[in-house]
Each structure stands twice: as C-alpha cells, then as structure tokens.
C-alpha cells in the first residue's frame, strides 16, 4: 500500500510541475507584446539623445492586441520622438512583428531603437535588425507592425 500512495505523491508532483510549467509559459504569451512602465522608462531614457527626431509608424492589422502593442509603442517612443501613427487595418498582409525601413542618414538612430528595445526586454536586436530594410529615403526611419509576433 505504501507503495501505491509513493506512487500518486510522484503523479501529483509531475502533473503539478506540468501545470506551473504551462501557466509561466502562458504568462510570458500573455506579456511578449507589452510594454511596462519600468519597459518604456529604459527606452525613453536610452533614446533621449534622439529628442526631436522624427518616426513614422504604420500599422498593418485590426487584430486588436497587435494594434493595442503598436500604439504603446508610438506612445512610448512619441516621448522621445516625433512620431507619426498611421493605420493600415487590412490593407497590406506585411510579415507579423516589427520591421523598420531605414535610410542610411538614419543608420545610428536604427540602431539606437533597436539596442533600447532590446535593452528593455521588448524586442530582441538581432531578430530587427536581420528584419530591416534599409531603403528608405536617407532621411526617413519607418516602423511597420504587422499581424502577431
């Protein structure tokens, strides 16, 4: 008998080891395209030196919680930045995540966003800058958000 209830101790560990593993791998689901208070402060702060620059941000999806994303980002980087938003719901079909368009007069800024995105634990650095496009008009930088990332 003992060796029974020795036996359901095991399965209620696994199944409750299973259980904590599937709710903090929901929660980083839930989290992954949300930006914190303590986020945006590192971003803002990692980007001052580009007060005044400008941005342009299109976004490419009526899916609500990527759209909900996009215009926290705008929001954050508009503290820093002037930013423009513009949506696209449905308009185009771009790859999901992020992808900037850059012109080369814009090259240290690109770089600038991406290391403070990455900084703060948003985006990872490597994943935009192998997405980039880098022929946009010299003096432009451009942000297009599309479906989930």
Request: hydrophobic share 45%; proline share 5%; charged share 25%.
């Amino acid at each position: 008998m003992a060796g029974v209830a020795i036996g359901k101790s095991k399965a209620a560990e696994d199944a409750s080891e299973h259980a904590l593993a599937l709710v903090r791998r929901t929660e980083r689901y839930a989290a992954w395209r949300t930006i914190s208070d303590k986020q945006a402060g590192i971003i803002v702060k990692h980007l001052a030196s580009l007060q005044g620059h400008t941005l342009n941000m299109f976004v490419f999806t009526d899916e609500p919680e990527t759209a909900g994303y996009a215009e926290r980002l705008s929001t954050v980087l508009a503290k820093v930045m002037q930013v423009t938003f513009s949506p696209y719901p449905g308009k185009l079909l771009p790859p999901p995540g992020l992808r900037f368009v850059v012109g080369k007069d814009r090259e240290k800024d690109f770089a600038l966003v991406v290391e403070a995105l990455d900084m703060a634990g948003v985006e990872k650095a490597a994943a935009l800058k192998k997405a980039a496009v880098h022929q946009a008009p010299d003096d432009d930088i451009e942000i297009d958000v599309g479906g989930r990332h």
